[in-house]
Structure formats: C-alpha cells, structure tokens
C-alpha cells in the first residue's frame, strides 16, 4: 500500500524536549502512530547549512557533518537510556560504505566521549529494479562486534531498504542487540515509517534521530525536497528552505543531493549542480527562480575553482 505522506505528516505532533534533556540544540520528539515512540529531530545548525547549501563540499562538508554527528550524539546520550549506560566496549558503529564514512560518526564520538569506538563494515549498494530499490550487500566486516552491544549507525535514509538490511545483518552476526540508534542528517518519511516495521518484527529498542526534517520522498524513492508535502519540519526551517530555494525549486530538488557523490566525488557533485542550474535558468520563466539559480551558479562555480586550485597555493609546512 501507497504510503499517504502528506495525511502522516498533517496528523503528525511536534514536542519540542530541548529543555527537559538540556539540549544546547533544539530537539522535537516526533509522534505520530506510524513512526517509532522514539523518534527525533534535531535542528543542528551545521546539518542545516548541509542541506540548505548544495554548493558545500570537501573540508566544509566534512566539518558541518561532523558537527551535527556531535550534536546527535550529545542528545542521543540524553534520550537513549542503553547508551548512557553502556560501557566503551559495548558501543559500535554499523558503517554503511561509502557513504556513512562521511558523517565522522568514530570522530564525532571521540570528541563527545574521549574514546574511539568499535566499528563494523558493510557494502551496500541500492539499485532500481522493476518492483522498487533493492539493496546487495557486498561485503562484510563485523570483527569488532562485542557482546551485548549498542549499535551506532548514521547514513542517509530515503525508503528504508538499505538500513532494513543492514540492521538484518548486524542482527546475524549479535543476538544481543540492547539498543538500534540512527543518524540521518537526510532521512525520508517512507524510511521512517519502515524502520518502525522492522522494530516492531525485531523487537529491539530503535531510536531514530533526523536533522532538521523528516523529509517526503518523490515517487523515484531517492529525491527528498525540503517543501514536498510530506516533509515534517518546523515553520522556521521551512522558511529558510522557502528562501533558499523559492517554492519552485523547493518542491522538486532534493535536500541532500547525492549524498555519496558530494562527499567522496565533490567535483562530479558541484558540475552536475552547475549543469542543472544552467539548464534551469533556459527553462524557467520566473524572475525569482532565475534569480535563485543565478546566485546558487555563483556559489557552485566558486566552489569548483576552490577544488581546482594547486595545493601548492595553499601548503604552509609546519614543523
């Protein structure tokens, strides 16, 4: 069954918590029959700049990621009582490859915590069949899964099917799983809505935390607009993405891009963001959006003569 996102999000109750766990960022507890009891958003300032700023890429993309995985972390230690009680040699992180490298969650954890964290490896790879997106995993590594443990995982969540397999996995490899608790500075509706499934068939604790929004997933399953009419967010956040991207381009370009490409493949990321606007701004005839896209051209043309540049030009030895 078609999954009515809009009817989610209309009936869908927003608590702001930030005072009651001493937040130094704002959380809102999410509730709504269909998602998990446990399920978050957390407006990290830096996983804002992330998806309100596409032209952002390489040594920036990674400080902004990794500042919001230690937003995440600070408050998940506040409302997921497993990990508050865990000991260091139960705690792992679950790394989806590629693309969960990029949210620094091992060094995230170690500037919140003063110490390193175990860490698992999976390779997952979505491809689109005639009956939907299907994940294969590739390859595994779980010698570092301890007892009795806590897992960590942060990767961008859209339909669901690739976290689905990952926690199947990571299920084979530990039948005492405490607690599930995940990171999407991206995450869908559609995910949401399947992860609480899969708590339920599991039975085991799930806390899901989401930066900034729960976002509507376009029929393709991998688009999420900040303006679809699904998205779960603040009216303040959906004013910032409404001046960011005007209600034009707000409704139809993904909030996060192609995540994989923008953080291991910046250049492939900001040419095909300059081709789109440039193909754009042919088509368009509103004033507004052509001006949005004019000054996002500025923004991404910078960003690709930053990448370009020799690193000679920016080498300072240091001894």
Known sequence: MILNQNLVRRNSVLQDV??????????????????LQYTYIIESPSALRIL??????????????????????????QLCPELARSTFETVVEIVPLAGSLYYSLAEAFEEVFGETINRCFIGARRHLTTTGWVTELSYENFEAMPHDPV????????????IERIVNSSIDHSSSIRAIVIYSIAGGLVGAVRIREMAQRINIPTYLFYSNAIFGVEPNGTDMPWLHPGTIATIENQAKARAVYGPDLGCRWCSIWDWGDRAK??????????ERCKTELKQTESRSTKRILTTICQRTE??????????KNVFSPTY
């Open 151 to 162: 897992l960590l995982i942060g990767d961008t969540i859209a339909t669901g099917s690739t």
């Open 265 to 274: 493949n910046p250049l492939k990321h900001l040419e095909e963001l300059l």
């Open 18 to 35: 930030t005072e009651r766990i001493g937040s130094s960022v704002r959380v809102l507890h999410v509730e709504h029959n269909r998602l």
């Open 52 to 77: 309100l700023e596409p032209w952002a890429v390489g040594s920036r993309l990674a400080n902004l990621a990794r500042s919001s995985t230690i937003d995440f972390l600070r408050v998940a230690y």
């Open 302 to 311: 910078s960003s690709i003569a930053s990448w370009k540049q020799p690193i």
